[in-house]
């Protein structure tokens, strides 16, 4: 959104001009205000900027710096260890989509964690589609789950499922949904702080931009986490008044193998002024990454998650110059950690300070990536202290 010129400070001599401007300005303002507002689903947004917000960047740039910084910087898990911790339990884990390294490797985690335990451990592929993941909690009620976890799949979608296992006294957990208490059915969720990853995204493209960023945004709203990561950007470019922000480009997770290169590459030539665009997973701007450089595109990137691909991408300027990157493993291990606690018959660990909906994610460190702070080696994004030892405490295994 451009920012508005207020007119009529000439002469003012007959108070019904006076009027008449201050009213025209009003309405102005409000309407200014209301193209800057933003809801959890962006696809309804019309092209929009900061509406009056700084066009100081400085402020942006102090953020980006401590957005930087891993949160939280040491080990901020749980102290009060597991008291019971339970013997022989069988998790299934199910994945959105197994071939998407943002649905896998939570899950993954978890699976490292429980075999830490002596837990059994299988994992099951909901293929992107929900008909294929009731079946696979299905499968895993019949196969004799203990516990089922859940990445990035719509609890709403499956809901009869997830009451099936209820009703057997099987523990449901979602991981990477960002659904807060009470959502979606599921006994309750670990997800990072994902407005917070969000707005550490927006402070680096207003910063990189010195405000003037023009910003694209593509959304994948099956997944809450998304709207969540989503709305964090939304809200910090909502602040940067010499920003714009387009009009939001819904697409699905089939999308991502088929048509979602070539729709990005169509809406940017479609709009030439934009400058920067993001994604709302690592997967997703892969396929992006790649259509748009074969396109020649003078463009750059963000996206979530601190996949080892997306950030090769960083380092090798393709594109992608950012990415709002968080611990998977250790996602797998909170997971783990609040099913011992439950299964034991304790209360779930409870994080303080942070939205409820991320109460439950034991503290998920992450930061906002770029080229300045890349890690060293070609793996995903990992926190740099020993948490797996901290929960081997937890559990008595040290």
């Known amino acids: 959104m451009s920012s508005f010129n207020q007119s009529g400070a000439g002469e003012r001599r007959h108070s019904k001009r006076v009027l008449l401007l201050l009213a025209m300005s009003l309405a102005v303002v409000a309407m200014a205000l209301a193209a800057c507002g933003s809801s959890d689903s962006s696809s309804d947004n019309n092209s929009s900027g900061g509406g009056g917000g700084s066009t100081d960047v400085s402020g942006f740039q102090a953020k980006l710096e401590k ?19 339970p013997k022989d339990l069988k998790v299934a884990g199910v994945t959105c989509f197994s071939q998407l390294e943002g649905c896998l490797s939570p899950i993954v985690g978890a699976e490292h964690a429980a075999k830490d335990l002596g837990w059994s451990f299988d994992t099951y592929d909901g293929e992107g589609d929900p008909t294929v993941q009731a079946k696979r909690i299905q499968q895993a009620i019949s196969n004799g789950a203990d516990a089922i976890i859940t990445s990035a799949i719509n609890g709403d979608l499956i809901s009869s499922e997830l009451a099936q296992a209820k009703k057997k006294g099987i523990l449901v957990i979602s991981t990477s949904n960002g659904t807060g208490p009470g959502e979606q059915g599921f006994r309750l969720d670990t997800s990072p702080n994902l407005i917070e990853i ?53 697409f699905v997770g089939t999308d991502v193998a088929s048509n979602l290169g070539p729709n990005t590459v169509q809406t940017l030539q479609e709009n030439p002024d934009v400058n920067y665009f993001y994604s709302t997973y690592d997967p997703a701007m892969a396929a992006q ?110």
């Open 67 to 85: 957005y930087q910084q891993t949160t939280p910087a040491e080990w901020s898990g749980p102290t009060e260890p597991v008291k019971n911790v």
């Open 198 to 250: 969000g707005r550490g995204v927006g402070a680096w493209m207003a910063a990189d931009s010195d405000g003037k960023a023009v910003v694209q945004p593509f959304l994948d709203n099956e997944f809450v986490s998304n709207i969540q990561f989503d709305k964090g950007i939304q809200a910090e470019l909502a602040e940067c008044g010499s920003c714009e922000v387009k009009k939001t480009v819904d």
């Open 289 to 398: 990454v790649a259509a748009v450089a074969q396109a020649g595109l003078d463009v750059q990137s963000c996206s979530q998650l601190g996949n080892a691909q997306n950030l090769n991408f960083i380092k090798e300027g393709n594109i992608q110059a950012c990415d709002g990157a968080w611990d998977n493993e250790y996602e797998g291990y909170a997971t783990i950690d609040q099913i011992a606690r439950i299964a034991g018959g304790q209360d779930p660990w409870v994080t303080e300070g942070v939205p409820a909906r991320f109460k439950y994610g034991e503290n998920i460190p992450y930061a906002l990536i770029d080229k300045s702070n890349l890690p060293a080696g070609d793996e995903a994004f990992h926190a740099d202290y020993d948490y797996v030892s901290e929960y081997h405490k937890l559990w008595g295994l040290e």
